[in-house]
């Protein structure tokens, strides 16, 4: 018969065949069960939201990169592109009375315009925390000491976490005297890491030569506590200072929850998202060009919604740590199902029987649904990846 008709799926998504399901599904169950041992709780929203609802706290191109369409109103309806939104709309709102610190966790598919690659799609899925109503450093540790925890349980073993506060950059920024338009410019050269694009807007900036010198090198202040002298020397500003101050304090809990050598110090690191306020982190992992995960404190989206509150978090890309994993040799292959029951000519409602009964013993169980001789249920069984053959009959 002639095909002339291939069915595609659309850019930037994907299917997850068996096999990679089940491997999502483990990374997943592991992750709930250790937010959940952290105190926190899970919530689940809308898939999309009111255009203006996610806009919420983001810069002026974020609707660029969302999915939108329209209700039977005509109003304009977006896919959520992560769960930070929504999840402030919901302590601003229905859960403002719950008393804080409010602990929420969530696992779901988030959508995004992206140019798509592999662990890049563009509705990808996202293990994430969030910690409202809590100000202080404890919080932020707590956020960064278990994104560790986080990347640990999904069976990463090598991974760093890079820290930063867009303080650091704001007070440096605040200091310069470039227009709005030329601090976009620099932070988004910074965020590529673009030195060369850096260097030229700093050419042009009409800034003297120490502040250029300043502005260039901050992409470079990474690595570990020795940046932070140099750091303290070239921001004599009050709000870098502040920045610095705040990482040092982060960084003692780190210590205290042993997980300090995991984190390095990159006060260049901006994330792509506008509502940051405070520290930022992004975590590492070898084999892949972009961060399995991320997150920092936003501490005035909150207050968008009516209620100001300050609020941190972070989120875990799912195919990310499942892309490491496999890049790493470490991905574990599925297990086995246990029993294949398969039954001769006339005993499927024995070979039923016998299947609940495995079943409610706990056994993964599948069932012939065919009658067969023992010989060709041995093959199947093998076939069906089962670890035991049941025969019914015979
Ligand atoms: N929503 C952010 C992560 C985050 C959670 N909380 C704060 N930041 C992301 O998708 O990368």
Same mark, same amino acid.
């Given at each position: 018969?002639?095909?002339?008709?291939?069915?595609?799926? /659309?850019?930037?998504?994907? +299917?997850?065949?068996?096999?990679?399901?089940?491997?999502?599904?483990?990374? %997943? =169950? !592991? $992750?709930? @069960?250790?937010?959940?041992?952290?105190?926190?709780?899970?919530?689940?929203?809308?898939?999309?939201?009111?255009?203006?609802?996610?806009?919420?706290?983001?810069?002026?191109?974020?609707?660029?990169?969302?999915?939108?369409?329209?209700?039977?109103?005509?109003?304009?309806?977006?896919?959520?592109?992560?769960?930070?939104?929504?999840?402030?709309?919901?302590a601003?709102?229905?859960?403002?009375?719950?008393?804080?610190?409010?602990?929420?966790?969530?696992?779901?598919?988030?959508?995004?315009?992206?140019?798509?690659q592999?662990?890049?799609?563009?509705e990808?899925?996202?293990?994430?925390?969030?910690?409202?109503?809590? /100000?202080?450093?404890?919080? +932020?540790?707590?956020?960064?000491a278990?994104?560790?925890?986080?990347?640990? %349980? =999904? !069976? $990463?073993? @090598?991974?760093?976490?890079?820290?930063?506060?867009?303080?650091?950059?704001?007070?440096?920024?605040?200091?310069?005297?470039?227009?709005?338009?030329?601090?976009?410019?620099?932070?988004?050269?910074?965020?590529r890491?673009?030195?060369?694009?850096?260097?030229?807007?700093?050419?042009?900036?009409?800034?003297?030569a120490?502040?250029?010198?300043?502005?260039?090198?901050?992409?470079?202040?990474?690595?570990?506590?020795?940046?932070?002298?140099?750091?303290?020397?070239?921001?004599?500003?009050?709000?870098?200072?502040?920045?610095?101050?705040?990482?040092?304090?982060?960084?003692?809990?780190?210590?205290?929850?042993?997980?300090?050598?995991?984190?390095?110090?990159?006060?260049?690191?901006?994330?792509?998202?506008?509502?940051?306020?405070?520290m930022?982190?992004?975590?590492?992992?070898?084999?892949?060009?972009?961060?399995?995960?991320?997150?920092?404190?936003?501490?005035?989206?909150?207050?968008?919604?009516?209620?100001?509150?300050?609020?941190?978090?972070?989120?875990?890309?799912?195919?990310r740590?499942?892309?490491?994993?496999?890049?790493?040799?470490?991905?574990?292959?599925?297990?086995?199902?246990?029993?294949?029951?398969?039954?001769?000519?006339?005993?499927?409602?024995?070979a039923?029987?016998?299947?609940?009964?495995?079943?409610?013993?706990?056994?993964?169980?599948?069932?012939?649904?065919?009658?067969?001789?023992?010989?060709?249920?041995?093959?199947?069984?093998?076939?069906?990846?089962?670890?035991?053959?049941?025969y019914?009959?015979?």
């Open positions: 018969m002639k095909q002339d008709y291939v069915p595609q799926i /659309p850019y930037g998504t994907r +299917d997850f065949l068996p096999r990679e399901a089940g491997r999502k599904r483990v990374v %997943e =169950a !592991g $992750l709930a @069960q250790l937010f959940s041992s952290w105190g926190y709780d899970e919530v689940v929203t809308p898939t999309f939201e009111y255009l203006e609802t996610l806009l919420v706290g983001s810069a002026n191109d974020a609707e660029q990169h969302m999915f939108k369409f329209l209700d039977k109103n005509n109003r304009i309806l977006a896919l959520r592109p992560d769960m930070t939104t929504p999840i402030a709309r919901i601003a709102t229905r859960m403002r009375e719950a008393g804080a610190p409010l602990r929420l966790f969530y696992l779901t598919n988030v959508f995004r315009y992206e140019l798509a592999a662990g890049r799609q563009c990808f899925y996202q293990a994430g925390i969030e910690l409202l109503g809590a /100000p202080g450093p404890a919080a +932020d540790a707590e956020i960064i278990l994104a560790v925890a986080a990347m640990q %349980e =999904a !069976g $990463l073993t @090598q991974f760093q976490v890079s820290l930063g506060q867009v303080d650091f950059i704001n007070g440096i920024m605040a200091e310069s005297e470039l227009s709005a338009s030329q601090q976009q410019l620099v932070k988004a050269a910074i965020i890491r673009d030195l060369v694009g850096l260097g030229e807007i700093l050419r042009t900036s009409g800034l003297s120490a502040m250029q010198g300043f502005l260039q090198s901050i992409p470079v202040l990474h690595g570990r506590q020795e940046v932070f002298e140099q750091a303290y020397k070239m921001a004599p500003n009050a709000v870098s200072r502040g920045a610095l101050d705040n990482l040092a304090d982060i960084y003692r809990l780190l210590t205290s929850y042993g997980v300090e050598q995991h984190v390095n110090f990159d006060l260049g690191l901006i994330r792509d998202f506008d509502y940051y306020t405070g930022v982190f992004e975590g590492y992992t070898p084999g892949l060009g972009f961060p399995v995960c991320g997150g920092g404190r936003y501490d005035k989206m909150l207050a968008s919604f009516g209620s100001d509150s300050p609020a941190t978090g972070f989120a875990l890309g799912i195919e740590v499942l892309l490491a994993l496999e890049r790493q040799g470490l991905s574990t292959p599925p297990a086995a199902k246990d029993c294949y029951v398969a039954w001769q000519e006339n005993s499927l409602p024995e039923i029987a016998a299947a609940n009964e495995l079943r409610a013993e706990g056994w993964r169980v599948e069932l012939a649904l065919e009658p067969q001789s023992r010989e060709d249920a041995a093959i199947s069984m093998c076939q069906r990846c089962c670890a035991k053959l049941h019914i009959g015979g």
